[in-house]
Each structure stands twice: as structure tokens, then as C-alpha cells.
């Protein structure tokens, strides 16, 4: 059987998920945008022009959640199957949308450029057991009227596979849209092989501001999947109590989901969260307190009971360095997400509440993802039982190490860490160069630099996306940064 971990019974779950439905159906959503809030009521939802709030009625809501799909496949740039979101299938990507970087040569955190985030991608791209990789922060080099586009684009120009993005305006999803249909045949072959998913974030609670509103429908008619992800804060904009969270995070994602699925039936959407507790002395707000992770593994639960997949912001920190409260945190995180099945866990690389990303952290995630997934892989009867004759062979030989059962089987049941896990002891730590976190986190990052081999684009792909670009910047003169 796999490792799992369950937080609510199966009648809690439906409790859950009836309140959250019984809330859609009289307080509604909120629709902060008059052309958005006309366009739903034109498909069908019930909504108050007075207030401009929409309300959801079950069948609708039935409606809905029958036309979701349960299972979701990216594709890579080049259009091949490259993972699937299904059932307690676990997948890690970097975390998404850092306004600034953690310096890994002087140590000081800054805006980021596009250089950085060119060699953010080509070290993703290089590491061994994250799945596929997300627009992990925002250069300030560029307009920003264009920096989510731009970062797309870039992961596009310098690895082939799959993306976790989002626009940052109303306005951004259709030039999202565009950029991934170069390499495809058409919109339709776009919505046939997606190469990427958008996040969504409602405003809690229950509203949809301009923007998210907005991405929600050009998402869906692009047939761009998307997961939608609210940002509750236990005990200020959220109850306080999980059970009570739980039931305005179901609401708010089931909303999403609902209007999705109203604009084209069939929208691949996921049951997200980024949810957080409000510090009352500090006025912070921490995704890795207890509280949010057993939010997390409780939503997770109620998204297979709705045979949806899931996303959820972990293996994250807080921290605002590489220390050992960001092992700590993002231990637990990876460990939990991997025992609740959550298909999509965004948070390898970030620190200081999703604020800052660092490359370092990013290459000692990779190996914490690998302890997690290994942690839940099956455990099976390997010519282990009956136990009789490897117990006689232990007596006699004083060991198993030369043993035909541990020769076949220790390869895949002993995982042995790569370079960031420090096994030696003082004595092998010292004859191998007394190295540092930091600098085992260098000589991981200049391996992925130097092995990195991924084709270019063609340089007419290039000019046409940047003349995409220029025409559709706010600053017609923009000079954009080249790069190789």
C-alpha cells in the first residue's frame, strides 16, 4: 500500500462540501467587473445588479462538477505527454511569482532581472526530481505591463517542459495564450496538449476582483487549465477554526471551477490553495503554520472526494535565509503534501512568504522532493516473506551485505542522497573538503549550468513573439533585454 494521510472522515468531507454549496447557492460571489458579472448572468448564473453578486444554484453547480475533468496531462513544448495530474499522483515544481532574489554569490537579497531568470530556468531545468517548472519570480528589467508574458517566454525559450504560470493583469491571458500557440498547430491543438497551468486567485472572501475574474474566462476559452488558488488568512479574512476554513476555501474554489466550467464545459481546473494563519502579534501571515498545513491536507481530501486534482503552495518557507527553520519548514511541507496526494505542489526554491526565491534553496529542495517521494512509494513483499532464510543466512554470516537478496534490492529500497545531503562523518566531511552548504549548493548549480543542453528557438520564432511583444507593450519604444 502507498503512505497516505487523512484529517476528516468521509462524512465530515460531505458536510464540508454540502455548506460549501448551500453558501454558493445564497451569499454567491461577488463579481468586481460589470462586463464579467453581465457575460455569467448571460450563461445562466443567477446575479443581483444591485450588488453585483452572482449566486450559484445547485444544479448548476452539479453541472459543473460533472463536466471537470479528474485528470489533467501536460504536455512539453514540443507537444509530448510529460505528467499527469490524477488521483494521489504527486508532482513538485518551483514556486511561482517572488518579487525578489536571494543573491547566491553575495548573499544579499535584490530585484531580479532577466539574466537571473534565464539561469533560474536552465538550473530547474537540470534537476533531477521536480516535475516540471513554474515562472518562479518577476524581472524588473521589462515593462511590467508585459513581465508575465515575458517570463513565460523565457522558460518557453530554454526548457521544454511545462509550465506553471499566470497573468498579472485582466488584460494578459489572450498574449499568454498567443505566445503558446507558436508552438503548436492551433488554438485547438493548444487546448488538446496544454503545456502549461495559470493560477487564479479570488479576492477572499467570495469575491472576484477585475483581474481574476477576467483570467477565469479567458482561460477557459483559450482551454487553458487552471488552478485556482485562494490566499485565506486563518483568523482575519477566514475563520479560525479548520473546519470552518475549509468550508469558505471549498466555496470560493467551487465558484471558480463553476464559472469555468459555464464559459467551456470541460476547462481542466484545480482544487488550489495558498492559505495562511494570521500572526495576531506580528500581523504576518505564515504559510507553513501548522494550522495552513493541515488546511492544505484537509482540502486535499475533499478535492479527491470531488475527483478533482489538487495544487497547493508547500515545501516552502518563511524563512528569510537558508537556515534550519527553512528545512524545517519545507521537510514538513514536502513530506505532508506527499502523504495527502496533493497532485501539484508549488514552494520548492521560495522564502519570506513566497516573496523571495533562491537558487540555493532550490537545489536543496530537489533532494528534500526526493525524500518525500520515495517516503510514499509502495511498500511491497520482495522475496522478503517468509523471512526465515534471510534470518539464518543473517546468524551465520554476522551480516547481509554480501547477501543475493541485498545485492538485487538495495539499489532502489537504500536511497542514497545526491550532493546536498551531507552522510560523511567529521572525519570524511574534513578528507572531502569540509564543504558548506553553500558551496555544495554552487557546485550543484554549475553542474546544472554547464550540462544544460536544451535546443534553441529558432531565431524567426524569436523575432515573431518579440514583434508579439512590442505591439502589445504600453511603452511602443520599449527596448527589450537580449539574451542568448
Known amino acids: 500500500m502507498r503512505a497516505r494521510m487523512e484529517i476528516l472522515e468521509t462524512s465530515l468531507i460531505e458536510r464540508i462540501v454540502d455548506e460549501a454549496l448551500s453558501i454558493l447557492e445564497t451569499t454567491g460571489v461577488l463579481v468586481e467587473h460589470d462586463d464579467a458579472f453581465d457575460r455569467l448572468v448571460v450563461a445562466g448564473f443567477t446575479g443581483t445588479k444591485d450588488n453585483r453578486r452572482i449566486t450559484f444554484p445547485r444544479p448548476i453547480m452539479e453541472e459543473a462538477l460533472a463536466s471537470a475533468p479528474s485528470s489533467l496531462t501536460l504536455h512539453d513544448r514540443d507537444g509530448n505527454p510529460h505528467a499527469t495530474l490524477s488521483g494521489d499522483r504527486v508532482h513538485f515544481v518551483p514556486g511561482s511569482s517572488a518579487l525578489r532574489i536571494l543573491d547566491r554569490k553575495t548573499g544579499e537579497i535584490r530585484e ?21 517548472l513554474s515562472t518562479a519570480f518577476i524581472p524588473k528589467d521589462v515593462p511590467q505591463d508585459i513581465a508575465d508574458a515575458w517570463r513565460l517566454y523565457m522558460v ?9 504560470s499566470g497573468a498579472f493583469t485582466a488584460f ?20 488538446d496538449r496544454p503545456m502549461s497551468i495559470f493560477t487564479c486567485c479570488p479576492n477572499t472572501p467570495l469575491r472576484w ?3 481574476p475574474i477576467s483570467n ?3 482561460c477557459a476559452e483559450w482551454g487553458i487549465p487552471m488552478e485556482i488558488v485562494p490566499v485565506l488568512l ?16 471549498t466555496a470560493e474554489v467551487l465558484s471558480g471551477l463553476a464559472i469555468a466550467q459555464r464559459i467551456r464545459p470541460g476547462t481542466p481546473v484545480l482544487f488550489g490553495g495558498a492559505p495562511a494563519s494570521f500572526h495576531m502579534k506580528l500581523m504576518t501571515n505564515p504559510m507553513t503554520a501548522v494550522e495552513a498545513l493541515q488546511l492544505y491536507c484537509g482540502y486535499a481530501q475533499i478535492a479527491d472526494h470531488l ?5 497547493a503552495y508547500m515545501a516552502l518557507s518563511d524563512s528569510k535565509f537558508n537556515d534550519s527553520q527553512a528545512g524545517l519548514e519545507t521537510g514538513m511541507g514536502a513530506i505532508l503534501a506527499s502523504l495527502a496526494g496533493i497532485n501539484s505542489v508549488s514552494g520548492p526554491g521560495m522564502l519570506d512568504y513566497v516573496n523571495c526565491f533562491s537558487l540555493e534553496k532550490l537545489a536543496f529542495d530537489d533532494e528534500v522532493v526526493a525524500h518525500a517521494r520515495r517516503f510514499i512509494e509502495p511498500v511491497e513483499v520482495k522475496e522478503d516473506l517468509p523471512t526465515q532464510a534471510l534470518i539464518d543466512e543473517l546468524v551465520r554470516e554476522k551480516h547481509l551485505m554480501m547477501s543475493e537478496h541485498t545485492l538485487e534490492h538495495w539499489p532502489e529500497e537504500l536511497y542514497i542522497p545526491g550532493p546536498m545531503v551531507d552522510r560523511t562523518n567529521w572525519e570524511q566531511w574534513e578528507e572531502h573538503g569540509s564543504k558548506t552548504f553553500k558551496e555544495r549548493a554552487a557546485e550543484v548549480i554549475d553542474e546544472c549550468l554547464e550540462d544544460y543542453d536544451v535546443e534553441p528557438l529558432d531565431a524567426a520564432l524569436h523575432k515573431e513573439i518579440r514583434t508579439l511583444f512590442a505591439s502589445t507593450c504600453s511603452d511602443k519604444e520599449v527596448a527589450l533585454p537580449e539574451f542568448e
Not at 156 to 164: A, D, F, G, R, T
Not at 307 to 311: E, M, N, V
Open 216 to 218: 477565469i474566462i479567458d
Open 209 to 211: 476582483g477585475e483581474d
Open 234 to 249: 486563518l483568523g482575519m479574512i477566514s475563520p479560525s477554526t479548520t473546519v470552518g476554513a475549509l468550508v469558505l476555501h
Open 112 to 132: 531580479p532581472s532577466s539574466p537571473d531568470f534565464v539561469d533560474y530556468v536552465k538550473i530547474a531545468n537540470g534537476m533531477k526530481h521536480l516535475s516540471y
Open 156 to 164: 518557453l525559450s530554454y526548457s521544454k517542459q511545462p509550465i506553471v
Open 172 to 191: 494578459g491571458v489572450p498574449r499568454m495564450g498567443q505566445l503558446m500557440a507558436y508552438f503548436r498547430d492551433d488554438r485547438q491543438d493548444l487546448i
Open 307 to 311: 475527483k478533482i486534482p489538487s495544487q
